[in-house]
């Protein structure tokens, strides 16, 4: 194997064709030259005036009688992610519910529109399914496991992506007239375009790929760690990459352009690890079947979007190791909170994306101990 060449997925155990995935040498280190005006506002554009985009989504969705998808996964990725970068922005962020200096980012708002448009793009095809924790499952799904019959259940009708944007788009021209609140219709459209070119893009029969959830809340049963499956699936018998009955997930990802960290960091990207990690505690592996492999489903946001599927497989090596050091790292903030102590990491005060969220208040801090006023 030759530098910088990921190992064949073969080598995993899984089958069909894999999607070959460029070497080091070849994929792009620095973004290509883009004019964008729409696309690229400062991540930090915020209307103070606007309206999130998740509130928005939850309003449209009660509007239209649609269960709302998606949102946190309680104790994610994203906690833990913070908590490895600077302990003490972990403490104001889930102890000290200090408010972020910077709201809403551009690129969370257009991936929170993004993901809705793509769940409720799905949700029909589930047929008749069963509403928890925010996702929705197959009714189907339902009989592999022990329990009292669901009473939530939907049929998600056909035609709900489009009713959804209506909906949205009259709430941000709203806005845009100053007659109430609402989201920014600059974000909406950003979504709308990204999600009908992958619609597109993937409409000629590439994959044969049939929902039995989406949205879908996974949580370990004593690690308190937790995930959500953008989408859980099913091979066709005409799927051109995967045996007929294998189950995937879906991970689905927005980025400014296609490099060596997108199209071949998710071999060792916490939320990747993380959700291969909780398929079988979770109970996953007893519902919906063994894990064959995660897609991760890339879509660019340059004039013209960019599409690619990168498989990674499911019995990964750093899989165990993801899971040591997250208990390594419960065990680490059971001790700060022992101590009252929260390091600061300052090498994390400002990266590739901008400055930390708490950057000011961090900068203003008079104090030795770093203490919340």
């Known amino acids: 194997m030759t530098p910088g060449q990921l190992p064949p997925l073969s080598s995993f155990g899984v089958a069909g064709t ?4 460029p070497p080091l040498s070849t994929a792009s280190a620095a973004p290509p030259p883009v004019d964008d005006g729409l696309l690229y506002l400062p991540d930090t554009f915020v209307d103070e005036n606007a309206m999130n985009a998740d509130e928005a989504l939850d309003i449209a969705c009660k509007r239209l009688s649609l269960p709302t998808l998606g949102g946190p996964s309680r104790r994610g990725w994203s906690y833990f992610n913070n908590a490895m970068s600077c302990p003490y922005r972990w403490f104001l962020r889930y102890m000290g519910k200090q408010p972020e200096e910077v709201a809403h980012p551009k690129v969370l708002q257009i ?8 769940a409720f793009t799905e949700a029909p095809r589930l047929g008749p399914c069963v509403s928890i924790n925010h996702g929705l499952m197959s009714l189907g799904m339902t009989a592999r496991t022990r329990g009292r019959p669901p009473t939530n259940t939907y049929v998600v009708p056909d035609g709900s992506v489009d009713r959804l944007l209506a909906v949205l788009k009259e709430m941000a021209h709203a806005a845009s007239t100053g007659k109430a609140r609402g989201p920014t219709m600059n974000y909406i459209l950003e979504a709308e375009r990204l999600w009908e070119h992958h619609v597109e893009h993937w409409d000629h029969g590439a994959e044969d790929q049939q929902p039995l959830a989406v949205e879908w809340l996974a949580e370990h049963p004593s690690m308190e760690y937790s995930c959500r499956y953008d989408g859980i699936m099913k091979a066709g018998k005409n799927d051109p990459q995967f045996p007929e009955g294998a189950v995937t997930i879906r991970e689905l990802k927005t980025a400014s352009w296609m490099d060596e960290e997108r199209s071949e960091g998710w071999y060792l990207d916490g939320e990747i690890l ?6 079988e505690p979770s109970g996953a592996a007893a519902r919906f079947g063994p894990l064959h492999a995660l897609v991760v489903n890339v879509v660019t946001k340059g004039k013209v ?7 990674v497989p499911a019995n990964l090596p750093a ?3 993801h899971a040591k050091w997250i208990a390594y790292l419960n065990a680490e903030i059971a001790m700060w909170k022992a101590t009252d102590t929260y390091p600061q990491h300052w090498v994390a005060c400002q ?8 950057w000011g208040h961090c900068t203003s801090i008079t104090d030795d101990d770093g203490a919340v006023k």
């Open 18 to 21: 894999p999607t070959q995935l």
């Open 305 to 311: 979007p960019q599409c690619q599927l990168i498989t």
């Open 274 to 279: 993380g959700q291969l990690m909780l398929w």
């Open 351 to 358: 990266d590739r994306f901008g400055r930390c969220p708490y």
């Open 111 to 118: 991936g929170s529109l993004y993901h809705a448009l793509q």
């Open 319 to 321: 899989v165990k190791r």
